[in-house]
């Protein structure tokens, strides 16, 4: 029979405003987290990375939050373009194998951008 | 420029036959991964590599093989094995896996048909 994929979460935000896009992470152990951008057809791009030890990291545009109590990423991005759509993807650094096999990757939220 | 090229972009092939995907980075990143997706999912780890000669096979190995005999290459083979083959599938790098960005490749399609 047929498969239906699953549906990404979706956030639509009007051209200008900021965004947030959240990540609920699995492991507590976890102790490095990646955002990452892809756009339809290409590989994830990086975005940016936080630490356990900080709560707060800002790039160009770009603020991530982290709090390790709730186990929570949150990815700020100030004056959202039309170039923002996209999937975007958070990653945490602890697999079974303790993070030398790569990282775990959320499902993704799909933002979209209303001009 | 550094980076990883992956090849092709869009492959097609009839079930039962294998077909190998190419992976090369010329970041001088000592770990590779391999990454499946499927429409609407998040990337499910196939194998991964820390050094030449030396690979594990990651969440759902089962249906591929890989090889690492450079550093710069890690290619992925997909067998007449693999139940559901067809997706988009993901290779990347590391510099030190578990505290840095995995580098990404731009991807192959491959259609089973």
């Known amino acids: 029979g047929e498969s239906v994929g699953l549906h990404l979460p979706t956030l639509s935000v009007q051209e200008g405003d900021n965004s947030i896009i959240n990540c609920a992470y699995s492991?507590?152990?976890?102790?490095?987290f990646i955002w990452y951008k892809q756009e339809s057809g290409k590989g994830p791009q990086f975005i940016i990375d936080?630490?356990?030890?900080?709560d707060k990291r800002q790039g160009q545009r770009v603020t991530v939050l982290l709090n390790k109590t709730v186990k929570h990423l949150s990815l700020q991005i100030a004056a959202t373009q039309p170039g923002d759509s996209a999937v975007y993807f958070c990653?945490?650094?602890?697999?079974?194998?303790?993070?030398?096999?790569?990282?775990?990757f959320g499902k993704g939220t799909h933002l979209i951008i209303q001009p | 420029d550094g980076g990883i090229t992956q090849s092709p972009k869009y492959l097609f092939r009839k079930e039962g036959q294998n077909v190998t995907l190419s992976c090369e980075q010329n970041?001088?990143?000592?770990?590779m991964y391999w990454y499946r997706q499927d429409p609407g999912q998040g990337l499910r780890l196939i194998y991964y590599?820390?050094?030449?000669?030396?690979?594990q096979k990651g969440d759902i190995a089962e249906g591929y093989s890989v090889s690492r005999e450079k550093k710069e290459s890690f290619p992925l083979t997909v067998t007449s094995a693999q139940k559901n083959p067809t997706a988009f599938y993901l290779c990347?790098?590391?510099?030190?896996?578990?505290?840095?960005?995995?580098?990404f490749g731009n991807g192959t399609r491959l259609t089973v048909t």
């Open positions: 970041l001088n990143h000592d770990a």
């Open positions: 492991n507590s152990a976890s102790d490095y």
């Open positions: 936080i630490r356990s030890n900080m």
């Open positions: 990653a945490e650094n602890i697999r079974s194998g303790g993070g030398a096999d790569g990282l775990t």
């Open positions: 590599s820390q050094i030449v000669n030396d690979f």
């Open positions: 990347a790098s590391s510099t030190t896996p578990g505290n840095s960005p995995l580098h």
